[in-house]
């Protein structure tokens, strides 16, 4: 019996890789490299075990994917494989949607023809762009601002008429801000070119590659007139895909959508102040106008995590940023 992960050389499916190795799981990753490459493979093996079970391929070759169902004995799957940036996504819509849709729906298929029934999806916050009432519960009204939001919206939608359908259960887990890394410092979020999130672009600015971080908006209705997210360390958010998996496996069913934060929402100049912290050194930053498109605040409601799945988040935002940092430090050109 394994665990099939998809984008598991990725920032979040290799720290959940991780968390199913220590259950005891044999874990089966499937990768294009299409924004990670083989040494992230190679630190996860460390990480694991060095027969960890890899297979370059992309999600759209059904071929490919169904070799990995008829030459694993997968009971269960965790789908992270995707396109997520939101400003490349309004450019190149149609790659988008091929892409993040065509896998899914690939993906099921497969699972079908295997009568594999358990599968956990990555969905996002996205979904609730800026939600009338905070903490915003699952309840709340979904839509989407920007391709990549459609994407995880519509899959949302495909998995849960497949649910309906088909012997199928899923929990779409809606993550809010993730951040940090293992805290081996070996595993870690490694964006392509300048990164576009808070947290990455912070640490560029301390290693010294970028020079101060652009501050965008300090007009917002917020305690500091900052934006305010929910961020979440990758390893609550790793072990919440576990606890998902086995809720699954205990008889949860049907398509469930689940938020993944802390319910605790940090201002972007309380982020550079806590990294400042980790760091030992201060931050150069700058105001600038608000970006186009970003909302005021969210952050989770975390109730219903923790009644379905039994699970909380337990790492604070100094640890996350510690862990950032212990990773940046020590691997400034990321994986390369
Ligand atoms: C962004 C995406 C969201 C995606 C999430 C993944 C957009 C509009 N939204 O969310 O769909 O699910 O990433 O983590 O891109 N900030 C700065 N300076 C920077 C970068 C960010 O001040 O250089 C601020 C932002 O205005 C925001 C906060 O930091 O208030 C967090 O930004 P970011 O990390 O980009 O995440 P989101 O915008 O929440």
Same mark, same amino acid.
């Given at each position: ?16 890789a ?6 005891g799981?044999?874990?089966?990753v ?11 493979v ?15 391929a ?11 169902f008829?030459?694993?004995?997968i ?66 009204p ?10 995880k ?7 849960t $008429? !497949?649910? #309906?359908?088909?012997?199928l259960?899923? *929990? ?6 993730? %951040? /940090? ?9 490694d ?34 007139g900052?934006?305010?997210r ?6 609550d ?8 998996? $086995? !809720?699954l #496996?205990?008889?949860l069913?049907?398509a *469930? ?5 802390t319910? %605790? /929402?940090?201002?972007v100049?309380?982020?550079?102040k806590?990294?400042?912290?980790a ?11 608000r ?9 989770a409601a975390t109730?219903?995590?923790a009644?379905?799945?039994?699970w909380?988040a337990?790492r ?10 212990r ?10």
């Amino acid at each position: 019996m394994a665990s099939l992960v998809t984008g598991g050389a990725g920032y979040i499916g290799s720290h959940t890789a991780v968390a199913l190795h220590e259950t005891g799981r044999d874990v089966v990753v499937i990768d294009n490299f299409s924004n990670s490459g083989p040494k992230a493979v190679d630190a996860l093996r460390v990480l694991t075990t060095p027969d960890l079970a890899f297979v370059e391929a992309d999600l759209l070759d059904s071929d490919a994917v169904r070799r990995v169902f008829r030459d694993h004995d997968i009971d269960e799957v965790i789908h992270f494989a995707a396109c997520k940036a939101v400003g490349e996504s309004v450019a190149k819509p149609l790659d988008y949607y091929r892409n993040n849709l065509g896998s899914t729906i690939g993906l099921v298929e497969a699972m079908a023809e295997y009568e594999v029934s358990r599968l956990v999806f990555s969905s996002s916050c996205t979904v609730y762009g800026q939600p009338d009432e905070i903490p915003v519960t699952e309840a709340a009204p979904t839509g989407a601002e920007s391709p990549y939001g459609w994407t995880k919206y519509m899959s949302e939608q495909i998995l849960t $008429d !497949a649910a #309906a359908a088909l012997p199928l259960d899923a *929990v779409l887990l809606r993550y809010f801000n993730p %951040v /940090g890394a293992h805290p081996s410092g070996t595993i870690g979020e490694d964006p392509n070119g300048i990164p576009n999130n808070l947290v990455p672009f912070v640490m560029q600015v301390a290693i010294g590659r970028m020079e101060k971080v652009r501050v965008f908006g300090t007009d917002y209705d917020t305690p500091d007139g900052s934006g305010v997210r929910d961020y979440i360390h990758v390893m609550d958010l790793a072990e919440a895909h576990v606890a998902a998996l $086995d !809720a699954l #496996a205990s008889g949860l069913s049907g398509a *469930v959508p689940i938020n993944i934060g802390t319910g %605790v /929402g940090s201002s972007v100049l309380e982020v550079i102040k806590a990294a400042s912290d980790a760091v030992g050194a201060e931050i150069p930053f700058e105001v600038v106008d608000r970006r186009p498109g970003d909302i005021a605040k969210t952050w989770a409601a975390t109730d219903y995590a923790a009644e379905v799945l039994g699970w909380r988040a337990t790492r604070d935002l100094n640890e996350m940023l510690r862990d950032h940092w212990r990773w940046q430090s020590q691997n400034p050109n990321g994986f390369e």
